[in-house]
């Protein structure tokens, strides 16, 4: 199975900042890379896919970028409904494999 | 609009067998693969497997000995069943559609329900 390794793992940021989460792949996976965002309680729901790709109906403030093995997420200006897990997803093979997870907090 | 919604028992003893059934509403269930994932309390998200429309399946390596997936289009749902629980498999199950194409990803998702395997 390809390892997901997402830094940090937690976060503390501020309503405005402008954060990136990183995530790593334990072998190539070209572009196959999602980004999900979960709140606690709920399910994830897909943020982009395709490694840069946003999701119809997502903010824009949300981006996506990398391939290969090296990947990230940016928020440009963390609103207060942010404030959740996200998580890497890798679509490369079978199983597919999720990040740990990343825990925004409100500092 | 695609909704799914989970259905089943919230507690079931170990060794026993989980059941749950996913039901499709908004959409036909024909044409896609359905999957199952679940996420321990406070911990990650593990993939299960899927089922397509016409039956065929794929699990995960890691639960497969144990993991049987059907699909029934007369009634737009989907099932999972995992035998032998143990409190290890105690976490909440969602059921999704796994959109194929250049690429894939999982949307949409149910809400999920808790599992508790306990005596």
């Known amino acids: 199975d390809i390892q997901m390794t997402q830094s940090p793992s937690s976060l503390s940021a501020s309503v405005g900042d402008r954060v990136t989460i990183t995530c790593r792949a334990s072998q190539s996976i070209s572009y196959y890379l999602n980004w999900y965002q979960q709140k606690p309680g709920k399910a994830p729901n897909v943020l982009i896919y395709a490694a840069s790709s946003l999701q119809s109906g997502v903010p824009s403030r949300f981006s996506g970028s990398g391939s290969g093995t090296d990947f990230t997420l940016t928020i440009s200006s963390l609103q207060p409904e942010d404030f959740a897990t996200y998580y890497c997803q890798e679509s490369y093979s079978t199983p597919p494999t999720f990040g740990q997870g990343t825990k925004l907090e409100i500092k | 609009q695609v909704q799914l919604q989970e259905s089943g028992p919230g507690l079931v003893k170990p060794s026993e067998t989980l059941s749950l059934t996913c039901t499709v509403s908004g959409g036909s269930i024909t044409t896609y693969y359905w999957t199952w994932i679940r996420q321990p309390p406070g911990k990650g998200l593990e993939w299960i497997g899927y089922?397509?429309?016409?039956?065929?399946?794929n699990y995960n390596p890691s639960l497969k000995s144990r993991v049987a997936m059907s699909v029934d289009t007369s009634k737009n749902h989907f099932s999972l069943k995992l035998t032998s629980v143990t409190a290890a498999d105690t976490a909440v199950y969602f059921c999704a559609r796994w959109l194929q194409g250049a690429y894939t990803w999982f949307d949409p998702w149910g809400q999920g329900t808790l599992v508790t395997v306990s005596s």
């Open positions: 089922v397509y429309y016409t039956g065929s399946t």
